[in-house]
Every structure is written in structure tokens, then in C-alpha cells.
């Protein structure tokens, strides 16, 4: 998956770091991850350590408007695409069993954190159920039997 093209990346110098650090995400499901992970969940606004107190709120939208553009572009994606995205996703992370990761995804669902707050309804719940089929499918193929509800 390419960057969407979005007026927010035109403004923006490519030498900044949020943006550098978005093109090395490889997968649009790591890239969801990346953005979620700027949101602040006590206000909403996304923060990135490399934007100055200046730049916060034009940043905040841009990193806002990149969010719900790729998430747009996500949801429209066949569940074939989903999964083979989410596996390369998985096959790039290091230090990590993936069996357990599985594990962990069905008993925290992370995935739910992932949809843009503006993204209500119907997208919203295809999002979910359609990771929840994924991982159905991710339990066989990593021998994951159930999650551990002890933890």
C-alpha cells in the first residue's frame, strides 16, 4: 500500500520525523497502529515527540486527516488483502512469539483502538468483525487454541 495522497502530506516537509516514520511502515495495518498510537486518549489530539509546540495542532490534523484517509482505504479492502497485510504485519515483528501475539490481539483487542474516532456505525463494525474473522483464521494457523482469560 502506497501513502494515500492527502493535502496533509503536501504541506508537510518529508524531513519530519512523523512522516519519515509512516513511510517505513510497510503494511496499512502497521500504519494504523502507528497512527493510533499518536492519538492521545485523554484529549484525542495526536502527538508526536518530533513536531514543536508550534506546529502541535497543524500536526494534529494532518496526523487526524492521515488516519481516517488510510483507515477509508483499510475498510475497502477485500478480506483476503486484510489478512495477507495483517500476516506480513506479523511475519515483520521481532522478539515476539506469534502465537502468543494472536493470543494477546483476542484477549485485548487492540484492533478496536485502531478505527479513527470520527469513524462511526457501519465502517466502524466492519472493521471489527472482519479482524474478528481474521483472527479466527490467524488461531489455526499459529495453533493458538483459545484465549488465555487468565492473564
Known amino acids: 500500500m502506497t501513502l494515500p495522497h492527502h493535502k496533509a502530506l503536501d504541506r508537510r516537509p518529508s524531513s519530519e520525523s512523523w512522516v ?9 495495518y502497521g500504519r494504523l497502529v502507528y497512527l493510533a498510537g499518536l492519538r492521545n486518549p ?53 522478539r515476539v512469539d506469534h502465537a502468543e501475539l494472536i493470543d494477546a490481539w483476542l484477549r485485548l483487542t487492540p484492533y478496536k483502538n485502531l478505527v479513527p474516532a470520527a469513524i462511526q456505525g457501519p465502517e466502524r463494525q466492519r472493521h471489527v468483525s472482519d479482524f474478528e474473522a481474521i483472527l479466527g483464521l490467524l488461531k489455526n494457523v499459529y495453533g493458538v487454541s483459545s484465549p488465555d482469560q487468565a492473564v
Request: net charge negative; glycine share 6%.
Open 42 to 94: 485523554d484529549n484525542g489530539r495526536y502527538e508526536h515527540y518530533g513536531v514543536d509546540s508550534s506546529e502541535a495542532v497543524e500536526a494534529s490534523q494532518s496526523l487526524k486527516a492521515l488516519h481516517e484517509s488510510i483507515f477509508h482505504e483499510w475498510i475497502g479492502w477485500p478480506l483476503e488483502n486484510k489478512m495477507a497485510d495483517i500476516e506480513q504485519y506479523i511475519a515483520g515483528i521481532d
Open 20 to 28: 519519515q516514520d509512516l513511510y517505513r511502515v510497510s503494511t496499512a
